[in-house]
Nanobody
């Protein structure tokens, strides 16, 4: 059974930092593109960042320069370091594992909320 579990969300003031983590119990982790998506209240889910199996990253323009995505294939984990957070970053953040359509798995999400 596949498990994709996010952690690290919480309350954070504008300008603060937060680190999200994702653990995936899936055999194809090292082959998969891992990503973070977010869904703000009343909005559609959108891409935040992805990291390829080899470590190449793709960061969405609205957050470029303020966050870093990374992965550890040996531990089946990925992380999202977010800095200089803004109120509009309030959202549920989802971890995604994608390796072929048959291995497209999502976590349940972790809430990030601006406390300013």
């Amino acid at each position: 059974q596949v498990h994709v579990v996010e952690s690290g969300g919480g309350l954070v003031q504008a300008g603060g930092s937060l680190r999200l983590s994702c653990a995936a119990s899936v055999r194809t982790f090292s082959l998969a593109v891992m990503g973070w998506y977010r869904q703000a209240p009343g909005k559609q889910r959108e891409l935040v960042a992805t990291v390829s199996p080899g470590g190449s990253t793709n960061i969405a323009d609205p957050v470029k320069g303020r966050l870093t995505i990374s992965r550890d294939n040996g531990k089946n984990k990925e992380s999202l370091q977010m800095n200089r957070l803004k109120p509009e970053n309030t959202a549920v953040y989802y971890c995604r594992h994608y390796y072929l359509a048959s291995s497209d798995f999502w976590g349940q999400g972790t809430q990030v909320t601006d406390s300013s």
